[in-house]
């Protein structure tokens, strides 16, 4: 157990991001899903935008790597310019 008041506020903390940074990628990753699942060119590409904001953030605040951020941008891009 904690012996400092810090540490049990840092325990609290970082549990309460842990939640968070949970809840947001796994929010992105069903996002990506449902992107990969779509067919149609159109709703696709209007729904990249959002994801790849919503990817970007992550990144931004290092919930995800911005390398995995980036790998999945061009794979969901790929897969949306092969939509017919």
């Known amino acids: ?13 970082t549990a309460s991001r ?3 940074n949970r809840y947001y990628a796994k929010t992105a990753r069903n996002a990506v ?5 779509m067919t149609d060119k159109a709703e696709a590409q209007a729904t990249l935008v959002k994801v790849t904001s919503m990817l970007d953030r992550l990144a931004a605040k290092k919930t995800i ?3 995995k951020a980036s790998n999945l ?3 969901l891009a790929l ?3 092969k939509l017919a």
Do not use: E
């Open 18 to 20: 842990r939640l968070r």
């Open 79 to 81: 897969h949306i310019n």
């Open 65 to 67: 790597s911005k390398n």
């Open 1 to 13: 157990m904690a012996n400092h008041k810090s540490a049990l506020k840092r325990i609290r903390q």
């Open 33 to 37: 899903r449902r992107l990969r699942a």
């Open 73 to 75: 941008k061009s794979k």
